[in-house]
């Protein structure tokens, strides 16, 4: 997956997170970043959304970056600011389903949700001619020795990652639908 789409996904399950655990948010006087929900959500994010995309920034990283940046050239402090500022999308996609939990405007959070999804199917089309080559960034910028998408390593991982991170979504969604339904 490329970096425009896990950043959408990460601000789209922070939403979905927040409306999974509405039971606990609506009675909850605590900021939302300190409830329990958000501690689920914040595991799921760093123990699955921020490893799979250092995954395909560490083994597929000029494809990750759409050939826009030579990874090589890019400082490790800055990938890891970057990491980071994923986590930050997500709490901040968190909070704004809070708010809308909290300002019973449940509708409306779960719309941003769909619409931040869409943001990424938008740039998986906007992106669709350089995300089906892959090689280096020189080789981009070259136009040689690039290989179709279909055919090796990144595509297994991609599928593989997918699965991943959509069975620990779903996992997530559902424990703390769950959840908040037992307490």
Not at 36 to 55: D, E, K, M, N, Q
Not at 61 to 85: E, H, I, K, Q
Not at 149 to 158: D, N, P, R, V
């Amino acid at each position: 997956m490329p970096m425009p789409i896990l950043v959408c996904l990460a601000f789209a399950s922070g939403v979905a997170a927040a409306l999974a655990g509405r039971s606990e948010l609506r009675v909850s006087p605590r900021p939302p970043l300190l409830t329990r929900t958000f501690g689920a959500y914040f595991l799921f994010a760093v123990l699955l959304l921020v490893p799979i995309s250092v995954y395909f920034y560490a083994f597929h990283g000029d494809w990750f970056l759409l050939y826009l940046v030579d990874v090589r050239t890019v400082p490790s402090a800055l990938a890891l600011l970057g990491f980071l500022g994923e986590l930050a999308i997500g709490a901040g996609g968190f909070i704004m389903g809070a708010s809308s939990v909290r300002g019973q405007r449940e509708a409306a959070g779960g719309a941003l949700a769909v619409c931040a999804v869409l943001a990424g199917v938008v740039a998986l089309v906007v992106g669709r001619d350089r995300l089906a080559l892959v090689g280096t960034h020189a080789q981009f910028e070259g136009g040689f020795g690039l290989r179709p998408y279909g055919s090796g390593a990144l595509m297994q991982g991609t599928v593989a990652m997918t699965a991943i991170l959509l069975i620990g979504l779903a996992y997530l969604l559902l424990r703390l639908q769950w959840g908040g339904r037992r307490g």
